[in-house]
């Protein structure tokens, strides 16, 4: 039996769920995109940015996705030749190194333990062993949302600096701003990128890069640069809509001015602290609901498991099954899993314009479906979930 014919809820990790206000924000009329209105948004926009990343440095923002991001830093920062070291703890780091490898830089990767974290002690030794510097870069991410792990990224600087590494430290952040603490200059970050579509609660559409004073000394030596991603041609004041490489992407400039007020009157602190009561009302399910041949985490550290997303592997139950019974079933649609975790694994993204009914409903359709399949199950993880918010609400 079908009985989803009310509003259907995505549990992805991202595209998020898109705040009302968010969405009323783009219903308007095409502007003048030259000056008025829209620029002044715009400027005010970029103005916020780099708060949102905790940082003094310059944000730059593109009409694309979060690969369009990655090519905006890397091209922006390297040459030719150089060569960059991809800290791999899932799917997007590899991801993101790729790009480099196509753009004429050669890679390596150093991989953390499985189903874990990156060490910061594997990569100190690495750089140590790089004696001549030939590493330019270093490329990782905070919340990989493939295999659900939190990287610890201010004990990777402290990593390099005790290697005394020169490479510029670049973190993809695109499941983490707006979900977890992120501080850039504190942790020593280089170049920060993010996409507008999972915490920042925007369409999918903008790639964002945020680039510290180290970073923009390096852009001005860069071999890769190329017009639309150029930082030098986005630093526009005189012309305003080049900080687009043209025209401006007016809805979204409208979506992204609301989802920043909304961000500035909750506060960062408080939405770093709601998004750590949902992830540990998910992981209490995820728990409850583990035994053996059935479901279990997939990063076996509770310290490295990320508060924006969880990834659950699936055992004997049928992972590809769960996942289309709640969503043609029921009207939830679960993140599968992607890339090594496909067909044996499911995620729970618990991200931006959230609250308990979204996360309780969540949790209690999965388990409904679980017991559909009949699958193995200790106990209700519904019920474990409803514990931990309950202690919040009290």
């Given at each position: ?44 926009i ?56 196509v ?25 140590r062993?790089?004696k001549?510097?030939?590493i ?10 493939a295999?659900?792990v ?58 964002l ?44 400039i ?72 709640c ?68």
């Amino acid at each position: 039996m079908k009985l989803n014919q009310g509003r259907m809820l995505t549990a992805m990790p991202g595209p998020s769920v898109i705040p009302e206000r968010v969405l009323a924000a783009m219903h308007t009329a095409m502007p003048n995109i030259y000056k008025g209105a829209l620029v002044e948004t715009s400027k005010s926009i970029f103005a916020d940015l780099p708060g949102i990343a905790r940082t003094a440095g310059r944000a730059f923002m593109a009409i694309c996705n979060g690969h369009g991001a990655w090519e905006m830093a890397l091209t922006n920062t390297l040459n030719r030749g150089d060569q960059v070291l991809v800290l791999e703890s899932g799917r997007f780091a590899v991801g993101w190194g790729q790009q480099a490898t196509v753009l004429g830089c050669p890679v390596e990767v150093l991989k953390a333990p499985a189903r874990g974290p990156i060490d910061p002690d594997a990569v100190e030794a690495c750089l140590r062993a790089d004696k001549d510097h030939e590493i330019k870069a270093i490329l990782a991410v905070q919340i990989d949302t493939a295999s659900g792990v939190w990287n610890d990224i201010a004990a990777i600087r402290k990593a390099i600096d005790a290697a005394g590494h020169p490479a510029l430290y670049m973190v993809d952040c695109i499941a983490s701003l707006g979900c977890v603490e992120y501080l850039m200059d504190d942790w020593g970050v280089d170049v920060t990128v993010g996409g507008s579509q999972k915490g920042l609660m925007v369409p999918p559409g903008l790639g964002l890069v945020w680039a510290n004073e180290k970073a923009m000394a390096a852009h001005e030596k860069a071999g890769l640069r190329t017009p639309y991603w150029d930082w030098t041609a986005r630093m526009s004041d005189a012309e305003h809509y080049m900080r687009y490489c043209g025209t401006a992407p007016v809805q979204h400039i409208y979506a992204m001015r609301t989802a920043l007020d909304m961000i500035a009157e909750e506060g960062l602190e408080a939405i770093w602290a709601r998004h750590g009561v949902f992830a540990r009302s998910v992981r209490a399910a995820v728990d409850a609901w583990s035994t053996d041949g059935g479901l279990e985490f997939n990063i076996l550290d509770p310290k490295h498991r990320s508060d924006s997303t969880t990834t659950v592997l699936t055992g004997s139950v049928d992972a590809d099954r769960l996942c289309l019974l709640c969503e043609e079933g029921a009207g939830l649609v679960p993140g599968k899993g992607i890339g090594d975790f496909a067909g044996h694994a499911f995620r729970i993204g618990h991200m931006g314009h959230m609250n308990p009914p979204m996360v309780l409903g969540t949790l209690g359709t999965v388990e409904a479906v679980l017991h559909a399949m009949n699958a193995p199950l200790c106990s209700s993880g519904v019920a474990q979930a409803a514990k931990v918010i309950a202690a919040e609400l009290a």
